[in-house]
């Protein structure tokens, strides 16, 4: 059989051909890969400040915070460089033990009174940070808002509600010192937090302390005692208050009667004159002989 050889050259050009052919649509998928690195490397190197926020611009490399606040707007953020933002208008978290709302875990606070006896409660927090020093509150804690609530913030309620609470008994935690209570450990927390540029607005019971239910029980009928002795009292003046009445009204007349009395044996023409102004002027119809008018000496 015979074969047709091919001319080495032109097999040679074809070769070179297809390698050309081949190097060129090389070229262009890597330009192309090289366009869309580029691309995402511009994209992700940008971010951008939400409204009501503040950003710290923190070079991840040099360990750098920037002294400086960014206010809303895009900025450009190579790799190595994170942008974290707080929250300069007014927020607030609750922890609580409901876990259908913020969190599924049981986040309320536990303390206890002077006796050892344990309580729980809600409670709530407003807060903003001051754009001025946003960057020291970042140096202080190293991380973003959100861990900053769950950790630093929670941890210095907590102890300000703890050392508090255990001066007081249940009576006054549950009763008359609930406000105080909660106003003393806002002072605490507010002063703490007040130099790293974090305003603690309000903090307050998210509702009810929650007292062990034979407790609880002890104090509701301590309270109806106390309603009921200040009933008791309060009828007692009244009463008191009325017979005080009588015997004044009684000494009064009595001192009425005397002085009248006196008038009378003094003066007899008084009652003459009694007589006279209560007299309808009606004559009597008969009289005997020559007996003098009813009441009217007429001589």
Do not use: C
């Amino acid at each position: 059989m015979a074969y047709e050889t091919e001319n080495p050259a032109e097999a040679i050009g074809r070769t070179m051909g297809r390698v050309v052919r081949g190097g060129h649509i090389g070229r262009r998928i890597g330009l192309g890969v090289v366009a869309v690195v580029l691309a995402w490397t511009a994209m992700s190197s940008f971010a951008r400040v939400q409204p009501g926020q503040v950003g710290i611009r923190v070079n991840n490399i040099a360990g750098g915070v920037s002294p400086n606040s960014l206010p809303v707007g895009w900025y450009f953020a190579p790799p190595g460089t994170h942008i974290y933002e707080y929250p300069v208008f007014t927020r607030t978290y609750t922890w609580t033990g409901s876990t259908t709302e913020q969190n599924t875990t049981d986040e309320s606070f536990n303390f206890q009174d002077k006796n050892g006896l344990s309580l729980k409660a809600d409670v709530a927090v407003s807060y903003h940070v001051d754009p001025a020093r946003a960057s020291i509150l970042f140096q202080r804690y190293r991380t973003d808002m959100d861990a900053i609530i769950a950790g630093p913030l929670r941890n210095a309620i907590r102890n300000a509600i703890v050392e508090r609470a255990a001066q007081l008994g249940v009576e006054e935690i549950y009763g008359s010192h609930k406000a105080e209570l909660i106003a003393t450990a806002q002072a605490r927390v507010e002063k703490f937090f007040e130099p790293v540029g974090l305003q603690v607005e309000q903090i307050y019971w998210a509702g009810n302390i929650v007292v062990p239910p034979a407790v609880l029980s002890q104090i509701n009928a301590k309270i109806a005692n106390e309603q009921a002795a200040l009933a008791a009292q309060a009828n007692v003046a009244t009463a008191t208050a009325d017979a005080e009445a009588r015997v004044a009204k009684a000494q009064g007349d009595a001192k009425a009667i005397q002085v009248e009395a006196e008038a009378i044996r003094t003066n007899p023409e008084i009652v003459k004159l009694r007589a006279v102004e209560k007299w309808n002027g009606v004559l009597p119809t008969y009289t005997g002989g020559a007996a003098p008018m009813p009441f009217l000496d007429v001589k």
